[in-house]
């Protein structure tokens, strides 16, 4: 089992330039996350996926676009990129949704994205 | 919002404990986490607590939970380098809204050899 895989794992952009990160699980898990890590704050999340089929936003979600391909795959897109957009994005899935005894996240080891 | 607080940074001695400690604010929290990152690398789970636990062991690690306080601390026994690494704690509730999971800032553990 390869378990959640990110893809690319470094990236460079010029603002204004758009580009989608890819996030692909093999635990036939059906929640799936996307959150950014900056320094000093920890992690948020951008938008979550709790079903094949559904999409929520987290608490970051501005200048971000995701789309629930199939169970397996959850992908981040960014139409225009900014500056502020510059921060490692960590991909994570989970059996069950939060709250549950089976909702602990297992996480993709990270794109790390500058925007000049 | 709920909130999740730890400290930034501690500092031990190869063979010591380690204690890392966490407040969270939400009184319904249902399960709280314990996160390792290692430089470079996702986020990896050490381990969790329901909340009607007040204690979980688990070879080196033990966590202890306080709901009265909301106080949620992780020791590590014997701590050695590869401990070395940021720790995140991180509360889940039923009703989570649009914050599945709550994480703390994360406490970065420096070993010393």
């Known amino acids: 089992n390869a378990g959640v895989t990110q893809t690319p794992k470094f990236q460079v952009l010029k603002t204004g330039q758009s580009m989608t990160l890819q996030c692909a699980q093999d635990m036939n898990h059906n929640s799936m996350y996307w959150y950014r890590q900056d320094p000093g704050m920890g992690l948020r999340l951008i938008y979550y996926?709790?079903?094949?089929?559904?999409?929520d936003k987290g608490e970051v979600p501005n200048g971000y676009n995701v789309s629930r391909l199939n169970k397996r795959e959850f992908s981040l897109r960014l139409e225009s990129a900014a500056p502020s957009q510059t921060s490692v994005y960590f991909c994570?899935?989970?059996?069950?949704?939060?709250?549950?005894?089976?909702?602990?996240?297992?996480f993709g080891p990270g794109t790390r994205l500058t925007v000049l | 919002g709920e909130d999740v607080e730890q400290s930034l940074f501690l500092s031990v001695r190869e063979g010591d404990s380690s204690v890392i400690n966490c407040t969270y604010t939400?009184?319904?929290?249902?399960?709280l986490y314990w996160y390792k990152q290692e430089p470079g690398a996702g986020l990896q789970l050490l381990t969790y607590i329901f909340s009607n636990m007040d204690m979980k062991q688990d070879q080196r690690l033990t966590v202890l939970l306080n709901k009265k306080d909301k106080h949620l601390s992780l020791r590590i026994a014997d701590t050695q380098t590869g401990d070395s690494a940021i720790y995140f704690c991180?509360?889940?509730?039923?009703?989570?809204?649009?914050?599945?999971?709550?994480f703390g800032k994360g406490t970065r553990l420096s070993v010393i050899a």
């Open positions: 939400d009184s319904s929290s249902t399960y």
């Open positions: 991180a509360e889940t509730t039923l009703n989570s809204g649009n914050t599945p999971l709550v």
């Open positions: 996926s709790a079903s094949e089929g559904t999409t």
């Open positions: 994570a899935s989970s059996l069950l949704g939060p709250g549950t005894s089976l909702g602990e996240q297992f």
